[in-house]
């Protein structure tokens, strides 16, 4: 099966600029999330999506981060405007939604996109 | 706020000797824990995984641990091999929701 996409891969960017990455999680898989991972540290939660809900986001920067996932397939994130400290991979990441809708179940992620901030 | 503390930052192992890697969690409420590996330039891969019923879990070379009433779980490696040598990430969820990461392990194993 296909896995879970992300572009750009690499983004360059200057601070106070926006930046926009998109995701597209593995077909029928219900949950998503968006993850920081500074270099050096673990991946950070900033937002999980149910379908075409969002189910937590209590560490999302919401004054400069958005998440939308219209259609319960593809997601983007956005920041804006970006600061120095937003340099770090951001990954995107997919779970089968299991019984209960509880998402116990493995998370694949993509290949990320490496953001840097200058 | 509720976090995963994971142990040793840095190991370093002779290959076929055995690694272990612990980690101690936060949230009584935190009822799965998976491991993910991690090699260099590459996405994370789940490796194992355990859930709160079970105290523990053995695919091969691999095996984890899980102590509910100290909140910790260990990842045990057994007859480690140079491609065993990566960042190994433990993190803890409830219910699949409030995933929280380690802060990782980076594991190299010496031919």
């Known amino acids: 099966e296909a896995g879970v996409a992300q572009s750009p891969r690499y983004k360059i960017i200057e601070k106070r600029q926006s930046v926009a990455f998109w995701c597209n999680p593995i077909?029928?898989?219900?949950?998503l999330y968006w993850y920081q991972q500074i270099l050096g540290q673990g991946p950070k939660l900033l937002i999980q999506f149910q379908n075409n809900g969002v189910v937590d986001d209590s560490q999302l920067p919401k004054d400069r981060f958005s998440a939308e996932r219209l259609k319960g397939v593809d997601s983007t994130l956005k920041i804006q405007p970006a600061k120095l400290e937003d340099s770090a991979v951001y990954l995107c990441?997919?779970?089968?939604?299991?019984?209960?809708?509880?998402?116990?179940?493995?998370?694949?992620f993509g290949p990320g996109t490496r953001l840097t901030v200058l | 706020g509720e976090n995963v503390e994971q142990h040793p930052s840095t190991l370093s192992v002779q290959e076929g000797d055995s690694a272990v890697i612990k980690c101690t969690y936060s949230d009584s409420a935190s009822n799965y824990f998976p491991w993910y590996k991690q090699e260099l330039g590459k996405r994370p891969q789940l490796i194992i995984d355990?859930?709160?019923?079970?105290g523990e879990k053995k695919d091969q070379r691999i095996a984890v641990t899980l102590n509910k009433t100290a909140k910790h779980f260990s990842l045990h490696i057994t007859e480690t091999q140079p491609e065993d040598s990566a960042v190994y990430f433990c993190?803890?969820?409830?219910?699949?929701?409030?995933?929280?990461f380690g802060a990782g392990t980076r594991l190299f194993v010496k031919a």
């Open positions: 993190a803890a969820s409830t219910g699949g929701f409030k995933t929280i």
């Open positions: 990441a997919s779970s089968f939604l299991g019984l209960a809708g509880l998402s116990y179940n493995e998370q694949f």
């Open positions: 077909s029928g898989h219900a949950t």
């Open positions: 355990i859930r709160s019923n079970v």
